[in-house]
């Protein structure tokens, strides 16, 4: 009869996906708080290099289209 009682406790597949995701959420919003404790965030912080990525991002995509060569447009329609 315990065993029947401790079998009914135990979450289905679909709980056990919707907790995963509820703890991985958690977690992940967690870090982005600052809130792990096992992260070195100064690391992260101190280091210029990864203050700029948006601006490393535009002067890759900037030098894609001034390698690129005019030509005409396509018609449309």
Known sequence: EDE???EEQLPDEAELELLRL???SRMHQNF?????E???????????ELDALDL??????DRYFDEEEPGP???LG
């Open 4 to 6: 029947d009682e401790d």
């Open 22 to 24: 509820e703890f991985t």
């Open 32 to 36: 982005l708080e600052g809130l792990d």
């Open 38 to 48: 096992d992260f070195d965030y100064s690391a992260v912080d101190a280091n210029p």
């Open 56 to 61: 490393l991002g535009q002067d890759v995509e």
């Open 73 to 75: 447009a396509p018609p």
